[in-house]
């Protein structure tokens, strides 16, 4: 588990390919790895890899074919700058929001632009993920815990405040770039308690006639 508080940026030295998998080398720069040891997990732009190997000046981390296909991990050049951030333990300070590093889809930023002394954001999302967004709500964006401002259909946006634009790659984010997005767990969760025993079929679904039947709506 994480908080969605990035602690370094990294940046992805080597990538080999192996099948349809691939291991990647990402040299940590200035994150503390003193207390890393061989199996630890990082997050590396909100994506929850296992430290195999510990080279010395960062790690080495085998990504499945899975997580190259559905995080911007798979398409992430040789050189690029990565958020980092260890696995949190009972004397972390949880100043984000629960993140477990299990990234639910791509979003892609549609504006950007200066919003006072910080950036404002839009982000599209995939319309299966809109709902899981609200306004004011957790949202965790290549690893960091942000808060939404606003919600207009399967797009939502954000402010980044000067200090997570220095201590992040959101610097460098221009309109087209895509991004992990994991949604706020509780959500996830939420959407299954609410189908009960219905969660068991897999053509049930939470729908307005669900709610309605459920006195929800």
């Not at 940590?28 to 510990?54: E, F, H, K, P, R």
């Not at 629960?98 to 599209?124: E, K, N, P």
């Not at 290549?142 to 954000?158: K, M, R, Y």
């Amino acid at each position: 588990m994480f908080t969605g508080i990035i602690q370094a940026i990294g940046r992805i030295a080597e990538r080999q390919a192996t099948g349809t998998d691939a291991r990647l080398y990402v040299q940590t720069n200035n994150l503390d790895m003193n207390t890393v040891q061989q199996g630890d997990s990082i997050a590396v732009n909100g994506v929850c890899l296992t430290a195999v190997t510990l080279p010395g000046d960062g790690f080495l981390a085998d990504v499945s074919g899975e997580t190259l296909k559905y995080t911007t991990l798979g398409e992430q050049p040789v050189g690029s700058s990565v958020n980092l951030e260890k696995a949190l333990t009972p004397q972390t300070h949880l100043g984000g929001h629960i993140v477990s590093g299990h990234v639910d889809g791509i979003g892609t930023i549609t504006q950007c632009y200066d919003d006072g002394r910080s950036t404002r954001l839009h982000i599209r999302v995939p319309d299966d993920l809109a709902k899981y967004i609200a306004t004011k709500g957790s949202i965790c964006i290549d690893g960091i815990s942000l808060t939404v401002n606003a919600v207009q259909g399967a797009e939502f946006t954000l402010n980044i405040v000067p200090h997570t634009l220095e201590k992040t790659t959101l610097a460098k984010v221009k309109v087209g770039h895509r991004v992990n997005l994991e949604v706020d767990i509780i959500a996830r969760y939420l959407e299954r308690l609410l189908l009960g025993k219905k969660a068991a079929n897999p053509t049930d679904s939470i729908n307005e006639t669900f709610l309605q039947q459920h006195g929800f709506a």
